[in-house]
């Protein structure tokens, strides 16, 4: 069953709590985590790694450091599945107001947020990158937004509308076919058109001649802001997983919701 990793590493309470932690506060490290947790280190090391291995979380080295992410991708590959199609709106509707009635409190005001996803898609290499750059496959996977950028330095790179106003604008800060691709990052969609540009890096590496996994970070929010919170809330866990299901099967999500 190729959600059956997922589904056994949620049926851990520790591990929800590990994800609850994380979502509190994105990139945390293991001594961080140990400290909110009344076991040992090798113990937390252990559900880290079901989870990792799982695809709910991502890891990243910073320094010396290693920084745990959630990765919400399989998650919303499951809610496209099991939940969409059913009660999606509904469930949304629940979980923000759990948020609110909650009132949970994000990552500490000394450190800027980060979203960093992870997904494997079966799929070559060249092929999930002409997925993320060319307006074909964008406008089939991304909101129905099509692409505009000829991917060098400093030249545009602007998602846009079927009518063709422009939803995300920004800059090919780096262009490196077919492994990394950087680029800064503005949406129109209000509020986030009221925030400061970000980066978005885009890194792919072939684990077979069929199967890539591709990481996507978003940095340089200023702090919890209205591109950060939306795009937490749904925002690349759904894209990716799009993308994913249309290279895959040939056909994108229904969009339901």
Known sequence: MEHEPVFR??????????????????????TELESELPMTRFGVMKHLRVLEEAGLISTRKVGREKLHYLNPVPIQLISDRWISKYAAARVSALADLKTVLEGVNAMSA???????????????QTRVWEAITTPEFTARYYYDCTLETDLTVGSPFVYHKQSGAPIVEGEVVLSDPPNRLVHTYHSFWPPMNKDAPTKVTWEL????????KVTVVHEDFEGETATYKGLQSGGWAWILSNMKTLLETGAPMPQEY
């Open 9 to 30: 590493a949620l049926a851990d309470a520790t591990r929800r709590h590990l994800l609850d932690l994380l979502f509190a506060r994105d990139g945390r490290t293991l």
């Open 205 to 212: 590496v072939s684990m077979s001649a069929n199967v890539t």
């Open 110 to 124: 000394d450190a800027r947020p980060q979203l960093v996803y992870q997904i494997v898609i079966n799929a070559p």
